[in-house]
């Protein structure tokens, strides 16, 4: 099968097994080229591993250091004529590099959510690890089916109390426009909360710890956005900001417990604004993000996740350095992008990007790329003329 990238909306329905399997490469080529992460975790529970900022926590973990890495995602599998999700190829790709590097990596591709996905992690880390040092929580999902209730939680993207609007891009068109988002209602707030707030981390730790899988001194670490005036109405103080805060309440809770297991420690790191999938479904977000790559790349300051996480580690979480906590207890390697020349800059730009100039005033073209690099296309070195099977067995 030839395969083409078919995008409709922010989400392209197509992924390149190939190309999936290139990119993989190019973050664990970017964290070998780093060099060993000292003192580093080593064996290591991504809970939303197959994407974004979780999987790029597991390339660093596994390439940094050497870690023996269980990853945790919902991802859909090749079907009859339909290419699997970029999640599944990324995995398959991530699981056959570590092994080749005699690395274990085992998966388990289901509801992370769900008691029946928990037990299943905790008999993998009981049969083949014996006890996880670090934890990452990455998930990033619309619903959730709650585990005790039976509940089904919808997460909105809205804001709280006003109508929002603001200008927004459709990244695929290329138009820009006004958008106007009416604010959530409070079912709407709590359902967000369900979803993307810190309960289910808080049970996954709990399980861990029950079961006696979580080593004495381990770190738990979940990741939040905080970002600029700009889209603080959909986001920090939109529905996903409730979320996020309640994130911030379970780390804190989650640092209690864990500092009672043999001086462990929990925490939020605050990244940077990045294409991913989670991302490219908020209004307005793509617009800044288009801004601010321009203007980070022409600083020489822009990371995308690999190069975010790395950082994290590196000079955060491991190589004999403490980290450096904000007001609040978080972590910041939003920092680059948040320095007064980098908002300024954008700030300058954000009034005046119409559809007409957008290819000028903003790196657009390097939105798109990153976008479709995500599905694995537009990577270098990869022949997408050429038959490819997109059959491939998780393994
Ligand atoms: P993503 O969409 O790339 O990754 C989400 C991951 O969660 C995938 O591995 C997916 O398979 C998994 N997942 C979703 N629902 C699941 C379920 N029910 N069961 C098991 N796995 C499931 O998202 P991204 O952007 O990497 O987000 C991860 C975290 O980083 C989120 O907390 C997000 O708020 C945060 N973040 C994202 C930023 C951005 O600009 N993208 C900036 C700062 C923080």
Redesign the pocket.
Known sequence: MIIKPKVRGFVCVTAHPTGCSAHIQQQIDYVKAKGPIKQGPKKVLV?????????SSRITAAFGSGAATLG????RPSEEGRPATP?WYNTIAFSKAARAAGLYAANLN????SDD?KKQALEIIARDLGQIDLVVY????PR?VHPKTGAVHKSTLQPIGAPYTNKTVDTDKGIVSEVTIQPADETGIADTLAV?GGEDWEMWIQALLDAKLLARGATAI????IGPIHTWPIYKDGTIGRAKIDLERAAKAIDTKLKAHGNGRAFIS?????V????SAIPVVPLYISILYKVMKAKGTHEG?VEQIQRLFATQLYNGVQPKFDAEGRVRVDDWEMRPEIQDAISEIWPKVTTENLEQLTDIKGYRSEFLKMFGFGVPGVDYEAEVEPHHVML
Request: with cysteine.
């Open positions: 809970i939303g591993a197959s994407t974004g900022f979780g999987l945790i995602f919902y991802e999640g289901g509801d992370a959510f996905i990455s998930l990033a999902s959730r993307m979940s990741y939040s956005y605050v990244n940077k604004a990045l991913t999938q989670a991302s996740c």
